[in-house]
Nanobody, 125 residues
């Protein structure tokens, strides 16, 4: 059974930082593509960052230069370092895992795979 457990969310002021973590189990992590999505109230879920099994990375334009995604295959962990947070970053953030991994282009085109329960990030102005 695949499990993805996010942690690290919380409330911060604008300009602050948070580091989200996603712990994966029940999946061959090293060959899985991992994505971070977010959903704000009343809005559609959007892809924030994705990292492929080969280490390729892409970001949502609005987070480029502020967010950094990374993975530790030895620990079955993926991270999202979020700096210079803005109120518009407020959302529930979800971890998504895909195996097989068809690459970053697939992340941009549609959603599939396994999901965590989400972690709330709230940024106040």
């Amino acid at each position: 059974q695949v499990q993805l457990v996010e942690s690290g969310g919380g409330s911060v002021q604008a300009g602050g930082s948070l580091r989200l973590s996603c712990a994966a189990s029940g999946i061959t992590f090293s060959i899985s593509g991992i994505g971070w999505y977010r959903q704000a109230p009343g809005k559609r879920r959007e892809l924030v960052a994705a990292i492929s099994s080969g280490g390729g990375i892409n970001y949502l334009d609005s987070v480029k230069g502020r967010f950094t995604v990374s993975r530790d295959n030895a620990k079955n962990m993926v991270y999202l370092q979020m700096n210079s947070l803005k109120p518009e970053d407020t959302a529930v953030y979800y971890c998504n895992a895909r195996n097989p991994d068809f690459g970053l282009d697939e992340f941009r085109r549609y959603e599939r795979g396994y999901w965590g329960q989400g972690t709330q990030v709230t940024v106040s102005s």
